[in-house]
């Protein structure tokens, strides 16, 4: 399985947006100038991730997007899954009887891509949005001049 360039850079913005909108709204402009990607790539972006009911939009002079829901209850397989769609690297319709595989009842191999597919997915499900920021901030930090800054 491969993730363009949607996932990667999407979960990157939705990571940004959850740290710095605590206060306020936070810009395109802003997460553009912080993760280096293209303002134009991440209005596209947060158009699927707004679709997605994962982020909301406001208007106006101090707007900016901001989470739809707490990054708690946000994982990866939610932001990912808006932006890329179904996960499974292997489509098997042995998997899904109403699709008429001619083998599947002969067909071992099917266990394997189900396998695969349940793992990817419980493991995306498990990692939280909230998590990646925690993780985001402590690494933030080890690099910091003066540590103290990053305390809260």
Do not use: F, H
């Not at 979960?11 to 912080?34: K, M």
């Not at 997007?65 to 939610?78: E, H, K, P, T, W």
């Not at 493991?123 to 690494?139: C, F, G, N, P, Y």
């Amino acid at each position: 399985m491969k993730l363009s360039t949607k996932g990667r850079y999407g979960l990157r913005a939705l990571i940004d947006l959850a740290q710095y909108s605590g206060e306020a709204p936070v810009s395109i402009t802003s997460i553009s100038d912080r993760q280096n990607i293209s303002e134009r790539y991440l209005e596209q972006l947060m158009s699927m991730l707004k679709k997605g009911d994962l982020v909301k939009s406001l208007r106006g002079a101090g707007g900016g997007y901001v989470l739809a829901r707490d990054a708690a209850d946000i994982s990866v397989g939610d932001i990912l899954r808006a932006l890329e769609g179904s996960l499974d690297p292997v489509e098997c319709s042995g998997l899904n009887p109403e699709e008429g595989c001619q083998i599947a009842d002969s067909c071992v191999t099917k266990y394997v891509w189900q396998r695969i597919n349940e793992s990817i997915n419980r493991t995306v499900d498990e990692i939280m949005l909230d998590q990646l920021v925690a993780e985001s901030r402590k690494r933030g930090c080890q690099d910091a001049p003066d540590r103290n800054i990053c305390k809260n």
